[in-house]
């Protein structure tokens, strides 16, 4: 399963270079999207370095962590959406 979410990563990544590399568009805007490819784990980390893992059950500071995670990743797909509807893309 690793091996396959790193391959599908890898090339999501590859089409969204060549997406902004072709000279036909000309256009970079889809490159904003790797801000969210960098900001996504970092909620993750902050709430695994503050919260304690001595408990078993999920803490609030972990529930608020996947918050955030998942409204970034929901950004990171509604992005190019709204390029593509403000016809900036």
Do not use: N
Request: proline share 4%; hydrophobic share 55%.
């Amino acid at each position: 399963a690793l091996v396959a979410l790193s391959f599908s990563g890898a090339i999501g990544l590859t089409f969204l270079m060549l997406g902004c590399a072709l000279e036909y568009y000309g256009v970079y805007w889809p490159l904003f999207v790797l801000i969210f490819y960098f900001i996504c784990p970092i909620p993750h980390f902050i709430a695994k370095r503050v919260s304690d893992d001595s408990d078993a059950a999920s803490s609030a500071c972990r529930e608020l962590a996947y918050f955030f995670t998942t409204g970034i990743v929901v950004s990171a797909f509604g992005f190019p959406i709204i390029l593509a509807r403000v016809e900036a893309v």
